[in-house]
Structure formats: structure tokens, C-alpha cells
């Protein structure tokens, strides 16, 4: 059974710029959530979707977004990237709506200079 | 705010030792909790999980224990391996409603030979 499959695993962009990082579930997830991690933050939820409904977010402001695909895969994207948005973006997938083992990605790590 | 805290950000233990690694959580209202292994490089990885309504819970070489009294949650590794080096994160889910996880800071655990 494939685990969560994150893309890219690396990515540098320029301040300014946007981007898009994906993400595959586990099959038949359906909660896929996101997480940033830096070494000075930890790790902060971003957002949960299920069913293609976001159903939580975290304290980030709007350049943070996403969105899930009726197949349950995920997109998170970045708009206006500061630098310090450098950090370590993780997904993690879920079987049921809550309170299940959640499991997660490899990472994209993203940094902007 | 809600916040998951660790007592010790480093611990380090001869191999074959047990490891207790300690996690202290302020929301009471929290019914789901999550111990996740993070190696360098690597997303984080599922151990164990407990709900509220359990005090213990085993796994292979590892125990959770779960004290709501005062909001303590501990993880305890059985003959520590080399392999068991890595970084461990408590995590809570403090919402009644989707897979919303608050993380610990971390401990980093050193297996000595």
C-alpha cells in the first residue's frame, strides 16, 4: 500500500514568487491535512480538508491556501513568498473524519531566497 | 493559548535502557493524542496513539500513558535501539470536529552504544 506521496521534494523559489506543492494520500483518505515546519516554529497546522470541504484552519495569514481534488489528492499553495516561509511543508492523510492515525508525507522542502 | 510542551528538549540513553520521553498538554478538552518518531530527512512517523478514555496503551517496545489529572502524556521505549534515534513529537487534537493536531517542540533522543 503506497504511503502519502508528496511533490516536489525540493524547491527553491524567489521572493515574490508563488507556488504549488502536492500532495497524494493514502488510498481511500480522505482527510488530507498540512503542517509547516521550521526549526524555530515546529511543527503549525495549516489547514485540514475532507471531502473537498477545508474543514479547519491554522493561524496563517491568506497567502496560505489549498484545496482537494474529488479523487482526495491536495494542492497547497503560497502566494507572495517571504523568506520566511522557507521551511518544511508536510502532508498527512487520514482514514476517517477524526481522531484517526494520521499519517505523513516525506516533505516538500521549500525554500525562498 | 493551546499549546503541547515537552520538559526536555534532549535525552540521550545507553542502548538497551528504557527511554521515557515526557509531554505535558494545556487544553483538558483534548480526547486524542498521537506519539510520532521523526528521522532527519523524513516526515514524521506514527508510534502510538491514545484517547482519553485509556490511561495505557502498549504497542511493540513501546508504552504510552496517558495521566488527565494533570494533562501528562509520556512515551516509554523498551531496550532502546540504535535505530530508535531520532526526534519524538507529542501531538493533541483539541478540536471536537477534524484531524486538527497541535504538536510539542520535540525531544531528540540519542541512543549511546
Known amino acids: 500500500k503506497a504511503g502519502v506521496t508528496q511533490t516536489p521534494r525540493y524547491l527553491i523559489k524567489t521572493r515574490g514568487q508563488q507556488v504549488t506543492l502536492s500532495c497524494s494520500p493514502i488510498?481511500?483518505?480522505?482527510?488530507v491535512s498540512w503542517y509547516q515546519q521550521t526549526p524555530g516554529q515546529g511543527l503549525q497546522f495549516l489547514f485540514e480538508?475532507?471531502?473537498?470541504?477545508?474543514?479547519n484552519k491554522g493561524n496563517f495569514p491568506g497567502r496560505f491556501s489549498g484545496r482537494q481534488f474529488s479523487n482526495s489528492r491536495s494542492e497547497m499553495n503560497v502566494s507572495t513568498l517571504e523568506l520566511g516561509d522557507s521551511a518544511l511543508y508536510l502532508c498527512?492523510?487520514?482514514?476517517?473524519?477524526?481522531?484517526?492515525?494520521?499519517?505523513f508525507g516525506q516533505g516538500t522542502r521549500l525554500t525562498v531566497v | 493559548g493551546e499549546s503541547v510542551g515537552l520538559h526536555l528538549p534532549t535525552l540521550s540513553v545507553q542502548e538497551g535502557d528504557n527511554s521515557i520521553i515526557n509531554c505535558a498538554y494545556s487544553?483538558?478538552?483534548?480526547?486524542?493524542f498521537i506519539w510520532y518518531k521523526q528521522e532527519s530527512g523524513k516526515g514524521p512517523q506514527f508510534i502510538i496513539d491514545?484517547?482519553?478514555?485509556?490511561d495505557k496503551r502498549q504497542g511493540q517496545r513501546v508504552t504510552v500513558l496517558l495521566n488527565k489529572t494533570v494533562k501528562h502524556l509520556s512515551l516509554q521505549i523498551a531496550a532502546t535501539q540504535p535505530g530508535d534515534s531520532a526526534v519524538y513529537f507529542c501531538?493533541?487534537?483539541?478540536?471536537?470536529?477534524?484531524?486538527?493536531?497541535?504538536f510539542g517542540p520535540g525531544t531528540r533522543l540519542s541512543v549511546l552504544p
Open positions: 487544553n483538558s478538552a483534548s480526547d486524542y
Open positions: 488510498s481511500g483518505h480522505r482527510s
Open positions: 498527512a492523510s487520514s482514514l476517517a473524519d477524526r481522531d484517526t492515525e494520521a499519517f
Open positions: 501531538a493533541e487534537n483539541p478540536d471536537n470536529y477534524g484531524q486538527n493536531f497541535v
Open positions: 480538508y475532507f471531502s473537498e470541504t477545508q474543514r
Open positions: 491514545i484517547r482519553s478514555n485509556m
